[in-house]
């Protein structure tokens, strides 16, 4: 009442009241609060029973001397101090009871404190009561009731009782720990309980000094579980969620799961690690330390794992190092030619009403026109919100006077995320669906995601059914009678003969934790063609026809005078010139920035021998599922090649400024996709330079090839072994070269720039996996004819000098001169670099690597 805590309870006060959980390690003894401890005396099964062989009493002047005298007894249950007084409690059954006693402390021992933190949910834990194997089957044999003060205590009481199966604890106080010897089998609803699972028991030795066997076996909890709580899909990051550890964002080395674990533990602030999904932690990938974690704003739905540590809090939030979400877009009163004041909210917010006439139709115009991104499209029902349809920002609304735009405001990378919806993600399952499943025999499919398929074109081997339409196998076996029940099962990788078909579990790569998982294996094979599919990735090659193939390719974006990109990007109209002189030069391969879905155009590329790199996915503001369209309409064109999505995505974050972890997870989302309509071509994705590369390469299995945006003058430099360091696969130069305008003499300068094509090409041929040298599959010289859009400070009907673009910079000048790339300017006129090219070739490179 004075503000004062008298002298006997005072510290133990701050130190003891309340709940709490113990951070120590495995097998470390720690001390918890009976009834709240303080001004409590330990009792046994009630609050009158202090018989006194339950404990025994030893003079002790501190608290602390009463807890060394517990600890050095392996009989010790836990404590009760008053002044100079110390009762070490030695009952079996351990404290279970106390009585109001002032100026006494009542506490329990837990031999193993860490076992406190690894507690399981049982169906889902809050709002659920226990029970036995249904959930009107509550038994009083099943439990024992008493009363705990906190969560925390009575998973205490639990702890020290070896017949605890797990606790139901009520707000109330009501503990119930559970002895059943089946277990906790089902659950009840109860908004006022929290069912959970206690760690399994071993047997442990303990140290004692107090009898004349010397160590004596004592049962504990040592949970065979380390603790750690997976949640899966859970990516926790800058700005959402979470912070990281200077220096340990990532480790620099790729780390097993149990050693990226025990980085965390050596941090005192480590909240938990992230990992990216994949073989369950039996191999080494990059790692992340997370700290401050608040599980409620992480992203969801991602190609990463997050591990809680055991013991840490990443529920609660601190309001004050919370980084608020931001709005998406600018007030509504700074958008321009809105319809009668008509905007949104809700769902529907950063969206409005717009006249079509000023910007030809076209949300994409609107919204750039205020410094905005588009993000959807579409007619409206009666001059309100709702939408009648939706449609790309590039396509103009028609028959309208008015529009929807939704725009947003262009972010920088790693910016706060602001609160938009976002577009829908696609639905996790454990497999493709199996009504598109190739080569099943007369549509025999046993659920669980097996069917019965032709084996002749496979070898008779499930591994590489299933891998022939980017999945993985889970089981395989010879059927009994042209059905789904099993005669004997085998290896994925084991040819089942004299058979016309085989049974194949096949599943996603990073499937949801509750589907069926892959066998581990070992390979100790070099990898060997797949019979019957004409492109494929094998080791460090690009195989058609089961020949390896280099590219010498060139990045071709037509975009004529006084036109921008991609509005005007016209293939059609460029299409034939253009491939003449691709085939003069040699090009075996173009590489776009918006899918080419004419197949006009691609006849006529091939006709040349021109093979297409097709981009389907860059810009990140539209939906993963967008990427279906082009796939769909060009798969079965000879001139496919494969698949990019995204371009030096690490740079721009798909040009939308998403985050490194949001891009990871679009082009994820986009690869299925891919692979749902077409697992016959590989699929690519671009990236600029090698940094953070192996970041990306752990996270994105489904990529089969990499390609590489480089600019450092006039040599790679160690290009090629900091690849090597990070992948195994292919990879191949998505741009690379010298712009024509030379900063030095400000002025064209085609010397230069057939310089640095003839070395920098030749250098990629020394590396070319055809030859054997390397990873290098080939590249895309940048870029085929000048573009006269892309200085935005200029006129795009003018030559300009000047633009940005990021990473290194090109010879002599290091300076990016963006609209003087070309092989050929924008008339076709052929410069210096056209005849560099032309004269560099695989053949000749080998024939200089031989000599």
């Known amino acids: ?152 205590e009575c998973k205490s009481i639990c702890v020290q009782d070896a017949e605890c199966q797990g606790v139901s604890y009520q707000s109330r106080g009501l503990c119930e720990v559970w002895v059943r010897p089946e277990g906790i089998g089902a659950t009840a609803d109860d908004s006022e309980s929290i069912c959970l699972e206690a760690p399994p028991t071993t047997t442990t030795q303990s140290p004692s000094t107090t009898t004349s066997g010397g160590t004596e076996t004592t049962t504990t909890t040592a949970p065979i579980d380390d603790g750690w709580e997976l949640h899966y899909g859970l990516n926790c990051y800058k700005h959402h969620g979470a912070q990281g550890i200077w220096g340990k964002d990532p480790l620099d080395e790729r780390k097993t799961l149990e050693e990226c674990k025990e980085e965390c533990l050596k941090e005192q602030q ?38 809680a540590r055991p013991g840490a809090n990443i529920e609660t939030i601190d309001n004050s190092t919370i980084e608020e979400s931001t709005p998406c877009c600018d007030g509504y009163e700074s958008w321009p030619n809105v319809d009668n004041g008509v905007t949104c909210t809700g769902e529907d917010r950063c969206t409005g009403l717009v006249l079509t006439k000023p910007y030809e139709g076209r949300c994409d115009k609107y919204c750039e026109s205020f410094g905005h991104e588009c993000f959807e499209a579409g007619e409206e029902v009666e001059e309100n919100c709702d939408w009648k349809y939706k449609q790309s920002c590039k396509e103009p609304v028609k028959d309208t006077s008015d529009m929807l735009c939704s725009c947003r405001r262009k972010p920088r990378v790693d910016d706060p995320h602001c609160d938009w919806p976002g577009p ?220 990019t999505i995204g371009n030096e995505w690490n740079y721009n974050g798909l040009y939308v400024g998403s985050s490194f972890f949001d891009c990871v997870g679009r082009i994820r989302d986009v690869a299925n996709v891919i692979l749902e309509h077409d697992t016959s071509h590989p699929i690519a994705s671009i990236f600029g330079d090698v940094g953070k590369l192996d970041e990306a ?31 195994s696969k292919p990879m191949f130069f998505g741009e690379y070269g010298a712009d024509a305008f030379n900063a030095k003499i400000s002025g064209e300068d085609q010397d230069a720039q057939a310089k640095a094509t003839k070395e920098l090409t030749e250098e990629i041929l020394g590396q070319s996996s ?16 000048d573009e006269w859009h892309k200085d935005n400070d200029g006129s795009k009907s003018r030559h300009d000098t000047g633009g940005t673009a990021p990473g290194g910079g090109p010879y002599p000048d290091m300076t990016f001169n963006e609209e003087w790339w070309g092989l050929v300017n924008i008339d076709r006129e052929t410069r210096k670099a056209f005849d560099a090219y032309k004269n560099t070739d695989l053949p000749t490179a080998a024939q200089k690597i031989t000599a």
């Open 270 to 307: 480590c909240s938990g690690i992230v990992m990216p999904q994949g073989d369950g932690g039996d191999s080494a990938k990059k790692c992340w330390l997370r700290r401050n974690v608040r599980k409620s704003r992480c992203t969801t739905d991602s190609p990463y794992n997050f591990w």
């Open 770 to 785: 055809v030859l054997g040298r390397g990873s290098c599959i080939g590249g895309f010289i940048f870029e085929f004819n």
């Open 424 to 643: 829908p993600q696609p639905e996790k399952k454990c497999c493709k669906n199996i009504k598109n499943w190739p080569d099943v025999d007369n549509g025999v499919t046993c659920g669980d995601c097996m069917a019965l398929v032709l084996a002749e074109k496979y070898g008779g081997r499930c591994d590489q059914y299933c891998e022939s339409f980017g999945q993985v196998c889970i089981r395989a076996a010879e059927e009994q009678d042209e059905n789904c029940e099993v005669r004997y099962e085998v290896p994925c990788d084991q040819a089942i003969t004299g058979t016309s078909d085989i049974l194949c579990q096949c599943g996603k790569r990073n499937a949801p934790p509750q589907c069926p998982r892959p066998p581990a294996t070992t390979q100790t094979t070099t990898p060997t063609p797949r019979p019957n599919q004409r492109i494929q990735v094998v080791g460090k090659q690009i195989l058609v026809d089961g020949t390896p193939l280099h590219l010498k390719g060139v990045a071709w974006n037509p975009v004529p005078k006084g036109g921008a990109h991609p509005a005007d990007l016209d293939f059609n109209a460029a299409v034939e010139e253009d491939a003449k002189l691709m085939k003069t030069m040699g090009i075996n391969a173009v590489r776009t920035y918006e899918p080419i879905t004419d197949k006009w155009v691609l006849d006529t590329l091939w006709s040349q021998g021109i093979w297409v790199v097709n981009s389907v996915y860059n810009w990140g503001g539209a939906d993963a599922d967008s990427a279906a369209a082009p796939v769909k309409e060009t798969k079965d064109h000879p001139a496919i090649l494969m698949w």
């Open 1 to 152: 009442e004075d503000g004062s805590c008298p002298t006997s309870s005072g510290s133990l006060w701050l130190q003891l009241k309340g709940s709490r959980t113990s951070n120590r390690g495995v097998g470390e003894p720690d001390f918890f609060p009976v009834h709240g401890g303080v001004d409590r005396s330990c009792r046994g099964s009630h609050d009158k029973d202090e018989l006194e062989s339950h404990y025994i009493s030893i003079p002790a002047t501190t608290m602390d001397d009463c807890k060394q005298q517990c600890l050095s007894n392996s009989a010790c249950k836990g404590i009760e101090y008053s002044h100079l007084s110390c009762r070490v409690w030695t009952r079996q059954q351990g404290i279970q009871a106390s009585f109001q006693s002032a100026g006494s402390t009542c506490l329990r021992l837990l031999q193993d404190a860490s076992a406190m933190s690894k507690f399981k949910a049982v169906d889902g834990g809050k709002g659920k009561g226990c029970r036995g194997t249904h959930p009107s089957d509550k038994q009083e044999s099943y439990f024992k009731s008493t009363t705990a003060s906190t969560l925390d």
């Open 697 to 727: 390469v752990d996270s994105l299995p489904e990529i089969d090839i990499w390609g590489i945006n480089a600019y450092r003058g006039i040599s790679f430099g160690n290009l090629f072994q900091q690849y090597e360091g990070a992948t």
